[in-house]
């Protein structure tokens, strides 16, 4: 089983709001990723980090934030929530085995902002 | 059009079926195809990858990849209520792991 944590694992919140959705991983994995997930649609990232101190915009526009001060944590920040921005938001972290980079996925933070 | 095509679902199946799941895509650079398997309430765990074209078996599962239809499958023999979850095609077209392209995931439910 991956030893990647994310936290809460459900929250409901208000429009306005502040959030930070909690990932840390105990692998020593360099690469890092904040995934969005809608039912029946595919993973979108959102966010990416290769290290400390780097981090970069995925292929879906988001207006959250990342940072990467300690290679096992990467929080993602929301300062205002809005409705939407209710999604499932999955962390996840890389390492190159066999020959392929295999992602490790946390257990998501289902958000509702209402 | 989305890059990467997968039908939603849902599947259902009695148990010992063979399952087939297919993806088709339209980026001929993609050459690193994967399966990620999503129980309910968890996140994605890889199932299988294949590099190119050609065929993979691990157990019951086997992935097979035609670039040249651009089309990848995954079959499930004598398929288990254990094996419901969410099946999720992706591809890139490099093996860093970072630039993978997913597809919407197939849901499979087996009935015992």
């Known amino acids: 089983e991956a030893d990647i944590y994310q936290t809460p694992r459900y929250l409901v919140i208000g429009t306005g709001k502040k959030i930070t959705l909690e990932c840390s991983q105990t692998?020593?994995?360099?690469?890092m990723y904040w995934y969005q997930q809608d039912p029946g649609m595919e993973l979108h990232l959102i966010h990416y980090?290769?290290?400390?101190?780097?981090?970069e915009k995925g292929d879906l526009s988001s207006e959250s934030t990342v940072s990467r001060i300690r290679t096992e944590h990467f929080p993602l920040t929301l300062e205002s929530a809005r409705p939407s921005h209710t999604s499932q938001y999955l962390c996840a972290s890389s390492e190159l085995r066999q020959g392929i980079g295999e992602l490790f996925f946390g257990s998501g933070t289902q958000l509702s902002v209402l | 059009q989305k890059e990467v095509e997968q039908d939603p679902g849902p599947l259902s199946v009695p148990e010992g079926a063979i399952v087939s799941l297919n993806c088709t895509y339209s980026?001929?650079?993609?050459?690193?195809f994967m399966w990620y398997r999503q129980y309910s309430r968890k996140g994605p765990e890889l199932l299988m990858y294949?590099?190119?074209?050609g065929n993979k078996e691990d157990g019951r599962f086997t992935a097979q990849v035609d670039k040249s239809s651009k089309y990848i499958s995954l079959f499930i023999r004598d398929s288990q209520p254990s094996d419901s979850a969410t099946y999720l095609c992706?591809?890139?077209?490099?093996?860093?792991?970072?630039?993978?392209?997913f597809g919407g995931g197939t849901r499979l439910m087996v009935k015992p």
């Open positions: 692998m020593g994995h360099d690469k």
């Open positions: 992706a591809m890139s077209a490099n093996n860093a792991g970072n630039m993978l392209t």
């Open positions: 980026n001929s650079a993609f050459q690193y």
């Open positions: 294949t590099y190119s074209s």
């Open positions: 980090s290769y290290g400390v101190n780097s981090t």
